[in-house]
C-alpha cells in the first residue's frame, strides 16, 4: 500500500500515533537523510582521490593530513549512522518505529523529529545515560 503525503504535512500529537500518514512521513524524512550522508560519502571519496598532491610546505602537507584525517574521521561516524538509519528504516517496515525499546511507550513526536533514529524515550534514555555515568565513575 502506497500512502501519499500532503505537502505540507507534518506529523502532530492530536492524530493517532504511527498512523500511515505518520510512518510515511518519518521513512521519507530516514530516507532523505540516509541519500544526503551518502551524497556527502560520495564526495568524500571524489575529493580524497584527487587529493593525491604533495604539498611543498612541510606545514601545509601538516595541514591537509589533519584536514584528511578528521574528514575520514566524520565519514566513519556518518557510516555508523547510516546503520542506524537502516535499523529505523527496518522498524518503520515491520511496525516498532517510534516505540521505546525498553518500555514499549510511544517516543514523543517531537523528539523523533529532533533524532528520527531514537530507540528510547526520553525517560528511558535519561535513565540509560545516569546508568553509564555511573559506571563509567567506578
Request: one cysteine or more; hydrophobic letters at 30%.
Amino acid at each position: 500500500m502506497t500512502v501519499t503525503l500532503p505537502p505540507d504535512y507534518r506529523p502532530s500529537e492530536d492524530e493517532p500515533f504511527m498512523n500511515e500518514n505518520m510512518k510515511e512521513y518519518f521513512r521519507q524524512k530516514l530516507l532523505a537523510w540516509r541519500s544526503e550522508l551518502l551524497r556527502e560519502s560520495d564526495e568524500t571519496l571524489a575529493h580524497l582521490q584527487e587529493g593525491g598532491l604533495q604539498e611543498p610546505d612541510i606545514a601545509d602537507r601538516a595541514s591537509a593530513e589533519t584536514d584528511r584525517a578528521l574528514e575520514l574521521r566524520t565519514r566513519d561516524r556518518e557510516r555508523k549512522l547510516i546503520a542506524k538509519i537502516d535499523s529505523a528504516l527496518q522498524r518503520v517496515a515491520d511496525g516498532s518505529y517510534g516505540y521505546c525499546e525498553e518500555t514499549g511507550e510511544p517516543i514523543t513526536i517531537r523528539r523523533l523529529e529532533a533524532r528520527p533514529i531514537a530507540t528510547l524515550s526520553i525517560e528511558a534514555q535519561e535513565r540509560h545515560e545516569r546508568l553509564e555515568r555511573t559506571h563509567r565513575d567506578d
